[in-house]
């Protein structure tokens, strides 16, 4: 698995997995916290998987 890394595109992406079956979004990864935040919220709030932000270090 590898997480999504937000960007203008993933919001498009996003919606396109709702009709995808047996998916899950299981992480996602940006530099910003508060984007990493909404965005795994949004996930859950689209019944998409339990999707964890996480913040990668170097």
């Known amino acids: 698995m590898t997480p999504l890394r937000i960007g203008f595109i993933t919001g ?3 919606k396109a997995l709702i009709g ?3 998916v899950e ?3 996602v990864y ?3 916290a508060a984007h990493r935040d909404a965005f ?3 996930v859950r709030r689209l019944d998409l998987g339990q999707c964890r ?3 990668l270090s170097g």
């Open 12 to 14: 498009f992406h996003l």
């Open 53 to 55: 932000a996480q913040a």
């Open 20 to 22: 995808v079956r047996n």
């Open 30 to 32: 940006s530099p910003t």
């Open 40 to 42: 795994a919220k949004e």
């Open 25 to 27: 979004v299981t992480g």
